[in-house]
């Protein structure tokens, strides 16, 4: 029997962050913040936007992906002043929902990413039909290993030869992955 998919909210909000989908009007404040930063793309599949016409293509990218229902990319602000400081992506998969993520530099190492995550999985483990929410990270991304582990995140494995990080090589990378699933 078919389920039907289930239905994500548009917004998330936690006690530091709100979550939301993308808008056109958020490329000069994502270009701004970390799309161009070579250290913020180092682990990314995507190389750093030499323009604000690259992010704003992107961001069309994340539009229509949202509209297609293909993707969720939620864009992070601080409820604080609104800043735009990074995304979350979900990709639902049938049962399964994979996620990414990016954080701006000047917001490392606060916690800020574990919050979203954590909002994030609990809500979408919560959907009908949704079982898990799983992420990979390269094995030399240890920060972003911690973030899943503080967000209850259970490595599983290795994934040898799986992701391409053009910053890193052009060759596929070894990769973790990480899951919370429902009990």
Known sequence: MHQPSPTFPCTIETARLKLRAP????????????????????????????????TRDFVRSCAAAWQAGSALPYILTSKAGGELIGMLEARPLGHVVNIGYVLARSHWGQGLMVEALQAFTAIALDLPGIFRVEATCDVDNRPSARALEKSGFVREGRLARHTVHPNLSAEPRDCFIYAACRP
């Not at 009007?25 to 913020?40: G, I, K, L, N």
């Not at 682990?43 to 936007?49: A, E, F, N, R």
Request: no cysteine.
């Open 23 to 54: 808008d056109l009007s958020d490329a000069e404040a994502m270009f701004a913040s970390y799309t161009q930063d070579p250290e913020v793309a180092r682990y990314m599949v995507w190389q750093p936007h030499a323009s604000l016409e690259a």
